[in-house]
């Protein structure tokens, strides 16, 4: 005497094994799309990462900058500046300097 339902044991857990495998190979797929999208944003992460470290030097360097025009700025605001360009712009010497030029 067979025992019913044997036949029909072994199909089932052939369906099963396909439907594992079938299940098995769209969440690998869907890993693998995953693992690009992953990827990628890591390339767009460095990518922004080196622009704000290249923005930070250009602020670092527009505050140096920033410096030295206030540092001319004063400077200019001295007597001895407007003794300096006095001399150079308009050739204006002291009263006891002697002044020797080149022949041209």
Do not use: C, H, W
Not at 59 to 86: F, L
């Amino acid at each position: 005497m067979k025992k019913p339902g044997k036949g029909k044991g072994k199909k089932k857990i052939g369906y099963n094994y396909l439907g594992m495998i079938g299940i098995t190979t769209i969440a690998l797929i869907l890993l693998g799309g995953l693992m690009v999208q992953s990827k990628a944003l890591e390339r767009r992460l460095d990518y922004y990462d080196s622009k704000a470290a290249a923005l930070e030097t250009s602020i670092e360097n527009e505050k140096e900058r920033t410096k030295d025009i206030d540092a001319q700025k004063e400077y200019m605001k001295t007597d001895e500046y407007v003794e300096e360009a006095a001399r150079e712009k308009l050739g204006l010497v002291k009263d006891n300097e002697i002044v020797f030029q080149e022949e041209k």
